[in-house]
């Protein structure tokens, strides 16, 4: 057992918990939850932004341009790879692994996240030992802070494994009995994954790093670090570095280990972060939140225009209210469109909707501010979503248009490229 080692895996995985926030932020985004914020209300009180909308007696209206953004720079991916061959050399592997889907997937992930990670094995599956590559998701992902853009810089890498008790068997018991006993007991015993947390020595914060996503699987850890060993030949003293592997049981129990197998003699993960600025990944729809929160707010106010200019004030005199009547059922009554309010009929002036105009007050012209500063941050313009009206230019005008739009874009296309070389490379050096 080392309980060192886990720890060192547990550190480089709580040191993203800061990225891992700003992911689920963005994800949220992007597909839809774009009221999910903790804001403070007028009270002082930390809320959920949609409570505070709706409780303000607004509805809170979204208009996601972050996901058709995503969607178009996704599709002119798939579209351009048809013409780029971006596995040649390794066909089979690339049919075999489904990789045309699987890098757009990972693209999307990498526009959301600013992370792109896959994992590069050769194992057995479904009856047969073959090269097999896999997205890792970057909640499961831990890494040293490392600067290199290349990633040149990383000397710990690693990722969580939720897997059933059969699968654990397969892999750790080495055909044993008494192995596979002692992970029964090790993984089927009454501690909690809290109380193994604390075998570890103290608080380890979050449990989510020793605690399986899906009930009835086991979590494991496989850590990958750089290790030296002393060469010795008479006087003479050399260190030798290599990649070496560990897979280990939440308590810190070794339950495997092995130098690299690979001939790139390295880690199999293949790892692209942007952009990795300091040590820090500022991804591509984190830049589009703000004014995607403009537009919804902007949304709110001319849904709220509009509400009052269609229902206007009610005066109503207190000596018309029938009896048994209270101002909230009025008020009730009043907010729906075929409400009937009864009234006593009793004085001088009867209730009167009071109806004013007030215009959109720039609102309109505000909105269409917004969206258009959306498309120049982004970079993806209309022509590039192919959803410029083809009769209102020349078809000469369209393309020029398309490819200004895909330079915008040159930077994060290019450093993907750049990560599907470095996995290819990687892919056909096991």
């Given at each position: 057992m080392s309980k060192e080692?886990?720890?060192?895996?547990?550190?480089?995985?709580?040191?993203?918990?800061?990225?891992?926030?700003?992911?689920?932020?963005?994800?949220?985004?992007?597909?839809?939850?774009?009221?999910?914020?903790?804001?403070?209300?007028?009270?002082?009180?930390?809320?959920?932004?949609?409570?505070?909308?709706?409780?303000?007696?607004?509805?809170?209206?979204?208009?996601?341009?972050?996901?058709?953004?995503?969607?178009?720079?996704?599709?002119?991916?798939?579209?351009?790879?048809?013409?780029?061959?971006?596995?040649?050399?390794?066909?089979?592997?690339?049919?075999?692994?489904?990789?045309?889907?699987?890098?757009?997937?990972?693209?999307?992930?990498?526009?959301?996240?600013?992370?792109?990670?896959?994992?590069?094995?050769?194992?057995?599956?479904?009856?047969?030992?073959?090269?097999?590559?896999?997205?890792?998701?970057?909640?499961?992902?831990?890494?040293?802070?490392?600067?290199?853009?290349?990633?040149?810089?990383?000397?710990?890498?690693?990722?969580?494994?939720?897997?059933?008790?059969?699968?654990?068997?397969?892999?750790?018991?080495?055909?044993?009995?008494?192995?596979?006993?002692?992970?029964?007991?090790?993984?089927?015993?009454?501690?909690?994954?809290?109380?193994?947390?604390?075998?570890?020595?103290?608080?380890?914060?979050?449990?989510?790093?020793?605690?399986?996503?899906?009930?009835?699987?086991?979590?494991?850890?496989?850590?990958?670090?750089?290790?030296?060993?002393?060469?010795?030949?008479?006087?003479?003293?050399?260190?030798?570095?290599?990649?070496?592997?560990?897979?280990?049981?939440?308590?810190?129990?070794?339950?495997?280990?092995?130098?690299?197998?690979?001939?790139?003699?390295?880690?199999?993960?293949?790892?692209?972060?942007?952009?990795?600025?300091?040590?820090?990944?500022?991804?591509?729809?984190?830049?589009?939140?703000?004014?995607?929160?403009?537009?919804?707010?902007?949304?709110?106010?001319?849904?709220?225009?509009?509400?009052?200019?269609?229902?206007?004030?009610?005066?109503?005199?207190?000596?018309?209210?029938?009896?048994?009547?209270?101002?909230?059922?009025?008020?009730?009554?009043?907010?729906?469109?075929?409400?009937?309010?009864?009234?006593?009929?009793?004085?001088?002036?009867?209730?009167?909707?009071?109806?004013?105009?007030?215009?959109?007050?720039?609102?309109?012209?505000?909105?269409?501010?917004?969206?258009?500063?959306?498309?120049?941050?982004?970079?993806?313009?209309?022509?590039?979503?192919?959803?410029?009206?083809?009769?209102?230019?020349?078809?000469?005008?369209?393309?020029?248009?398309?490819?200004?739009?895909?330079?915008?874009?040159?930077?994060?296309?290019?450093t993907y490229a750049s990560?599907?070389?470095?996995?290819?490379?990687?892919?056909?050096?096991?």
């Amino acid at each position: 057992m080392s309980k060192e080692i886990i720890r060192n895996a547990y550190e480089a995985w709580n040191a993203a918990s800061e990225l891992r926030a700003r992911r689920l932020r963005c994800k949220r985004y992007a597909y839809g939850d774009q009221w999910c914020d903790i804001v403070r209300d007028s009270k002082g009180r930390l809320r959920v932004e949609r409570d505070v909308i709706e409780e303000a007696g607004d509805r809170a209206v979204t208009n996601n341009l972050i996901r058709q953004l995503v969607k178009t720079i996704v599709g002119r991916y798939r579209a351009e790879s048809k013409n780029a061959a971006p596995y040649a050399g390794m066909e089979r592997i690339a049919e075999r692994n489904e990789l045309g889907e699987l890098d757009s997937r990972l693209l999307e992930e990498f526009l959301i996240s600013g992370c792109a990670i896959q994992r590069i094995s050769e194992e057995e599956r479904f009856g047969e030992r073959r090269l097999w590559i896999d997205n890792v998701d970057p909640a499961h992902f831990f890494v040293n802070r490392f600067k290199d853009p290349r990633g040149w810089d990383i000397d710990l890498a690693g990722m969580l494994h939720d897997m059933t008790f059969p699968e654990l068997v397969s892999r750790f018991a080495r055909g044993s009995a008494a192995r596979a006993e002692a992970l029964q007991r090790l993984f089927g015993g009454t501690a909690s994954p809290l109380e193994s947390c604390g075998n570890i020595g103290g608080a380890c914060g979050n449990p989510d790093f020793f605690r399986a996503d899906s009930p009835g699987r086991c979590r494991v850890a496989e850590l990958w670090t750089i290790d030296s060993h002393t060469l010795t030949d008479g006087d003479d003293l050399a260190l030798r570095f290599r990649w070496h592997c560990r897979w280990l049981a939440p308590d810190g129990t070794v339950l495997d280990e092995y130098d690299s197998p690979y001939g790139h003699g390295s880690h199999p993960f293949a790892v692209k972060f942007y952009p990795l600025t300091d040590g820090e990944v500022h991804s591509f729809v984190e830049d589009m939140l703000e004014q995607q929160r403009s537009v919804n707010r902007m949304l709110v106010l001319i849904d709220r225009i509009i509400a009052s200019t269609a229902k206007g004030v009610l005066l109503f005199p207190v000596d018309q209210i029938s009896e048994g009547m209270t101002w909230k059922e009025i008020c009730n009554r009043w907010a729906q469109a075929d409400g009937v309010i009864p009234i006593s009929g009793r004085g001088e002036h009867l209730p009167q909707q009071v109806m004013n105009n007030p215009g959109d007050a720039g609102a309109y012209q505000y909105l269409q501010l917004q969206m258009k500063l959306f498309e120049d941050i982004s970079g993806v313009n209309e022509s590039l979503a192919g959803s410029s009206p083809a009769g209102t230019r020349g078809a000469e005008l369209y393309e020029s248009q398309v490819r200004n739009a895909t330079i915008a874009l040159g930077d994060i296309f290019e450093t993907y490229a750049s990560f599907i070389r470095s996995r290819n490379a990687k892919a056909l050096d096991c």
